[in-house]
């Protein structure tokens, strides 16, 4: 087996161990990064370049999850799928 293969779960381990007392907005932007960097990655095999794909997403996904507020993500409880409440139209706060 490969040194790096056998050292990749241990560095997720540690890079997942620091991640228990977030804030809305760092888990936000941790979830985008990560999300960014799948998709990124996704993307940048089909290419031709899997880690630029994979940077430029996850630079991406954490950006937008960082800067999106959480009033813009708001679901209405009272809508019957769970969709987004209108532009305009959020509920109220309690």
């Given at each position: 087996m490969k040194p790096i293969l056998r050292t990749l779960p241990v560095l997720a381990m540690l890079a997942t161990a620091a991640c228990s007392n977030l804030n809305t907005i760092e888990e936000r932007t941790l979830t985008g990064g990560a999300i960014g960097a799948?998709?990124?990655?996704?993307?940048?095999?089909?290419?031709?370049?899997p880690l630029a794909g994979a940077i430029i997403g996850a630079i991406g996904g954490a950006a937008i999850g960082g800067l999106t507020a959480e009033e813009q993500v708001k679901v209405d409880p009272r809508a019957p799928t769970g969709a987004p409440a209108p532009l305009g139209?959020?509920?109220?706060?309690?």
């Open positions: 799948g998709g990124g990655l996704a993307i940048g095999a089909l290419a031709g370049g139209q959020q509920p109220a706060r309690p």
